[in-house]
Nanobody, 118 residues
Framework: QVQLVESGGGLVQAGGSLRLSCAAS????????MGWFRQAPGKEREFVAA????????SYADSVKGRFIISRDNAKNTVYLQMNSLKPEDTAVYYC???????????WGQGTQVTVSS
């Protein structure tokens, strides 16, 4: 089992940047694919980005492609989401998740709020 704690959220103006971090407990972090998801008020949770165990493979939602970058540091048990050129529609609670592959995420963090003002 793995426990996930997100950080780095906050309030930023449109066009700005934020970097989210997700720290994982346990010794098996490198055995999990990692993902970021988000949920805006009144909307369902949606996929944002994912990264493979090794970090060599990544996937992005079309809405963030070219603006967000997912990365991981297996030595630090941490996954990151660098968010650039933020838009008001990026406002949401962002969740970190761990799983077996890009389509199966079994463990979730509690989320961190990102608010982008226009």
């Amino acid at each position: 089992q793995v426990q996930l704690v997100e950080s780095g959220g906050g309030l930023v103006q449109a066009g700005g940047s934020l970097r989210l971090s997700c720290a994982a407990s346990g010794r098996t972090f490198s055995s999990y694919a990692m993902g970021w998801f988000r949920q805006a008020p009144g909307k369902e949770r949606e996929f944002v980005a994912a990264i493979s165990r090794s970090g060599l493979s990544t996937s992005y939602a079309d809405s963030v492609k070219g603006r967000f970058i997912i990365s991981r540091d297996n030595a630090k048990n941490t996954v990151y989401l660098q968010m650039n050129s933020l838009k008001p529609e990026d406002t949401a609670v962002y969740y970190c998740a761990a799983g077996t592959d890009f389509s199966t995420f079994d463990y979730w963090g509690q989320g961190t709020q990102v608010t982008v003002s226009s």
